[in-house]
């Protein structure tokens, strides 16, 4: 394979990144968010972060959340919907924490404000 054909960041790494959100993890994520580009590599490694959370014998919801929190809270105003369905893709209570967090964050109403009347 060569290396124009492989995405950089993988979703591997992304999915890390989101795994422990230490401070150098959080500052890679933020150079993900301003490349409009990388966004795809972005909701892949998020929809692997979540799946291997569902499928882990321990869920830890308080780190999902704190996940979904940030991402809400961090994330430019572009991302803010994808980021509410991708909580709000799966069924198992992984991706509820994410999306409590998330929700938490009121990252979607402030990227999209309701219209006064």
Not at 3 to 26: I, M
Not at 48 to 56: G, M, P
Request: charge should be negative.
């Amino acid at each position: 394979m060569s290396a124009q054909s492989l995405p950089f960041p993988d979703r591997e790494t992304v999915a890390d990144k989101l795994g422990t959100l230490a401070d150098a993890d959080q500052a890679f994520l933020k150079l993900l968010f301003e490349n409009p580009a990388q966004d795809e590599s972005l909701f892949e490694g998020l929809h692997l972060y979540l799946d291997r959370a569902a499928a882990a014998p321990f869920l830890n919801s308080l780190k999902l959340e704190r996940c979904g929190e940030w991402l809400g809270d961090t994330a430019p105003a572009r991302l803010q919907i994808r980021l509410s369905e991708a909580a709000k893709s799966g069924q198992h209570p992984a991706y509820r924490s994410f999306r409590t967090g998330l929700d938490r964050s009121g990252g979607l109403e402030r990227a999209y404000p309701k219209a006064s009347v």
